[in-house]
């Protein structure tokens, strides 16, 4: 684990809208301020702009279904979304409803040790899916950099890599991809993922680079294809591959070495959620600032083209007091930087840490006392910067909360009051999707209703 403040010192993360809901899309996209007026043809159509010769959709229809306005405002306290820095997700949300083909919202949830499990993500996950559709089960590693690493519905086996991981041994030209992890194989290195459910293609993350050498991915028994690395300089890749139905065991190999590789993703040919899932034991916002290649991670952000970015750091630094004080806000700021710079169109969410617990001198179990603070600091700089701010610390009980979890029974917490058990776990993921999904459902009123008004006012002039 790093020293924050300390720059190198190391110590031993469907319901289908009625057809009334089109219109108050197309104002919610016109208020948006897009660089140009969008036709409802091409809200709705979610095809590639580069493919020529496509006929656009047919216009729907307009309803005359008249619009229900909210008797009482949902209120949601542990999601602070003031000036609406969430629109884009919420945006997202609204066309993948609406079930349109390719509409996929696309998001990437940035955390520490409990997140490298799929604890907390995984569960936000299931609950997205069910609700919205399940377009896939996104990113994962392409072998275990730790030996609880693992993903709900996936599972990861490698041999062969020297795997360098931003927290730890890290790259030294800080390529670490997506996920803050790189994998280097010679000839023989290999990795086995099985997926508990089909998918209609893979798409594997590489490194292009001058003497690259060549992978060979298989997939139900079938060869798909190579992976052909070699490039004129370092730059990341994408190489996707269609996935027969059924086959659902991938296999990775190095044909000829060296294969530089960051992971592999899954998706479906169905509108819905794609939530990936990017954990890094110990991961911290510093890492971020000086472990992550600034060009390569934006390259990386952009490609996946997300709607929301949870940025959800805090546990590793929060023991620090001094450190919070003094360098915490700048590299926090840093961090939503670099993501806004990448990706100027979606949200950003600050998902704050859960409660952290420790023995007093009493053998009380207690919550770490500059833990609220840096809370509080994230909440600040969430409002400054233009983003959301989700208060998992609140959310759950604030201080004290770990004590209530450890004595409980099934018990949610371990024995160091950080990590949830799965219970514990699955408790935050359901706030978290409690509290987007009632934003979701606001936001969609609000925009209902001020296209009904908007409608009435329109009949209503000369």
Known sequence: MLIPGWPSKMLPKKTSLAIATLGALLLALDIAKLARPFTLAEVLDFRPRDIPNVEPLAPIPPSTRPVTALKRPIIEPNLIDQHDDLRAFYLALWRTELGAPGAITRVLHYGDSPVTADSITADVRSLLQQHFGDAGHGFVLVAKPWAWYGHRGVEVSGKGWRIAVATQVRAKDGFHGLGGVSFEGDTGASSHVELAEDHAQMEVHFLRQPGGGVLTVEAGGQKLGEVETQGSEKQPGYQTFPLNAGAREINLSVQRGPVRLFGVSFERNT??????????????????????????????????????????????????????????????????????????????LIMSPMDRGQRDSNSRITTVPSLPRLVEIQRQIASQMGCAFFNTFQAMGGEGTMAHWYDSTPRLVSADFTHPMPAGARKVGVLLDQALESGYRQFKAREQQSAARRESANRGSP
């Open 271 to 348: 509108p819905g959620v794609i939530y990936n899932s990017l954990g890094l034991n110990g991961g911290q916002v510093q890492v971020v600032v000086r472990y992550f290649d600034k060009p390569q991670w934006t390259e990386e952000l952009q490609h996946q083209h997300p709607d929301l970015v949870v940025i959800n750091y805090g546990t590793n630094e929060s023991i620090y007091a001094d450190y919070i004080e003094r360098y915490y806000p700048g590299e926090l700021r840093q961090v939503i930087e670099r993501v806004k710079a990448a990706l100027p169109r979606a949200s950003v």
